[in-house]
């Protein structure tokens, strides 16, 4: 909504300035708050279950690596796709996101820069590594991770409404609005989780500052304030050990 009101905006205030109008009637014109979508978390059981679905449903185990992929690296649905051997550093278990697929004026998909417009590399646990050595052995490597049976490369809209959706419905998902990209929303919380810091999650999602990271997923953080005040307990009376002031209490000087 906010983007159609910005460029009727401006269709019109050009009007006003070719004296066209008098007015431009959407100026100052106050927009509704939108509610943000829910997000969607999955457990790891219910990953398994969704991507066992996945390779049930198609026979193929590059339908189910891409849901693992998506759930536990973060990728947007189109950068995973877009994603070529060539950007696999399996020794180092890591994916270099420098690509993704967009559309271009007339329509048409092509490869582009990622949303933000920066490369970023993701770490990759050691099972998905396993996974991506089986799926990319003997590819060259400007050959696409995730490829249809003929060799192309997946299309995001097909892959979903004709594998996605219907293994979410056979892994009884289809009821919690999960998506490709709300994938990333489970990432996230593994991560956090696992103990990753708000850094690290901004980087692996992609966020353009950790304020976008910490204002769509703060609320995991778990509340450590009594591990601060422990810390802070601990790091004082080791300091005062140290100088044998057990007590706390300096001298008083005159």
Known sequence: MGHIHTVLSAVLAWAVETDRISRNPAAGVRLPRVAAPEQVYLSHAQVAEL??????????????????FLAYTGLRINEALALKVSALDLMR??????ATWTLDRVGKKVLGTPKTHEKRAVPLPRFLVAE????????SQDAH?????????????????????????DADLDGLG??????????????????????????????????????????????RLDEVSAALETA??????????????YPRTA
């Open 178 to 223: 999960v998506t490709p990209h709300k994938l990333r929303h489970t990432a996230a919380s593994a991560a956090i989780g696992a103990g990753a810091d708000v850094k690290v999650v901004q980087l692996m999602l992609g966020h353009k500052d950790a304020t976008e990271t910490l204002n769509t997923y703060g609320h995991l953080w778990p509340d």
């Open 132 to 139: 991506l050595q089986e799926l990319t052995a003997g590819q």
């Open 93 to 98: 278990a890591r994916a270099a996101v420098v």
């Open 145 to 169: 991770v995730f490829q249809t049976p003929t060799g192309e490369a997946l299309n995001d809209h097909n892959w979903r409404n004709r594998v996605f959706n219907l293994a979410a419905h």
């Open 236 to 249: 004082r009376t080791s300091a005062l050990d140290a100088t044998g002031n057990v007590s706390g209490m």
């Open 51 to 68: 991507a066992t679905a996945a390779e049930e449903l198609t026979g193929r185990t590059t339908d189910g690596t891409l849901v693992r």
